[in-house]
Nanobody
Framework: QVQLVESGGGLVQAGGSLRLSCAAS????????MGWFRQAPGKEREFVAA????????YYADSVKGRFTISRDNAKNTVYLQMNSLKPEDTAVYYC?????????????????WGQGTQVTVSS
């Protein structure tokens, strides 16, 4: 069992930066691929970024590639999402998730555990 708690969301102007954190409980954190998803009002949840258990493999959605960076610290049971050059269209609730596998995946049904989400609002 893995429990996930996100933090770091907030209000930022376009062009600004935020770093989201996701703290995991459970001794199996390092065996899970981890991902970030987001959901804007009236839209479907979408994939943002994913990272393998070791951090060696990372995937990004095209919309955030070059602006967002996913990383993890297995010693701290934490995964991060550094978001730079934020745009109003990045406004959404961001969710951290733990996959039922060691590798990264862009498919949300392959994630077994989800956090409660943190709101990110980017003003123009």
């Amino acid at each position: 069992q893995v429990q996930l708690v996100e933090s770091g969301g907030g209000l930022v102007q376009a062009g600004g930066s935020l770093r989201l954190s996701c703290a995991a409980s459970g001794h199996t954190f390092s065996s899970h691929g981890m991902g970030w998803f987001r959901q804007a009002p009236g839209k479907e949840r979408e994939f943002v970024a994913a990272i393998s258990w070791s951090g060696a493999i990372r995937y990004y959605a095209d919309s955030v590639k070059g602006r967002f960076t996913i990383s993890r610290d297995n010693a701290k049971n934490t995964v991060y999402l550094q978001m730079n050059s934020l745009k109003p269209e990045d406004t959404a609730v961001y969710y951290c998730a733990a996959a039922g596998r060691a590798g990264p995946t862009v498919v949300d049904v392959e994630y077994d555990y989800w956090g409660q989400g943190t709101q990110v609002t980017v003003s123009s």
